[in-house]
C-alpha cells in the first residue's frame, strides 16, 4: 500500500516556473510507477508524467515534454514535477497516483489512469 501526499501548488504568472512534491510511503515504493496527472473541473483527468522508482525511466505526455520534467529522491522516497514556462492552459488540480502492481508488470509506465490505484489528495496550480 503507498500513501502519496503532494505539496508545492502555487498561483502563478505565465512564463514562471513551478516544482510540485510528492511524498510516497509504503514497502512498494522501490519497484513502482509513480505518476503526475491533472485536471480540470468537468474534463478528464490527463497523464502528464511517469517515472519508474526502480531505474528512473521516465515518460511524459508528448505534448509537455521539455516543459515538464519529473524526478525523484531515492532517499527521501519523493517525485518532483519541475514544470517551466508555464501557461494559462496548465492551470489545473495537480495529482500524484502510484500504479496498483510493481512495475514488471507493465514494463514501463502508463500514462493512463487505469493502472493507477493510490492517489494523493491533488495540489492546485493556477497560471495567469
Known amino acids: 500500500h503507498v500513501q502519496l501526499v503532494e505539496s508545492g501548488g502555487d498561483s502563478v504568472q505565465a512564463g514562471e516556473s513551478l516544482t510540485l512534491t510528492c511524498a510516497a510511503s509504503?514497502?512498494?515504493?522501490?519497484?513502482?510507477?509513480l505518476g503526475w496527472f491533472r485536471q480540470v473541473p468537468g474534463q478528464r483527468r490527463e497523464g502528464v508524467a511517469a517515472i519508474y522508482t526502480g531505474g528512473g525511466s521516465t515518460y511524459y505526455d508528448t505534448s509537455l515534454k521539455g516543459r515538464f520534467t519529473i524526478s525523484q529522491d531515492n532517499a527521501k522516497n519523493i517525485v518532483y514535477l519541475q514544470m517551466n514556462n508555464l501557461k494559462p492552459e496548465d492551470t489545473a488540480m495537480y495529482y500524484c497516483?502510484?500504479?496498483?502492481?510493481?512495475?514488471?508488470?507493465?514494463?514501463?509506465?502508463?500514462?493512463?489512469?487505469?493502472?493507477?490505484?493510490?492517489w494523493g489528495q491533488g495540489t492546485q496550480v493556477t497560471v495567469s
Open positions: 509504503g514497502h512498494t515504493y522501490s519497484n513502482n510507477c
Open positions: 497516483a502510484a500504479t496498483k502492481f510493481p512495475f514488471s508488470d507493465y514494463g514501463q509506465c502508463p500514462l493512463g489512469i487505469g493502472p493507477f490505484g493510490y
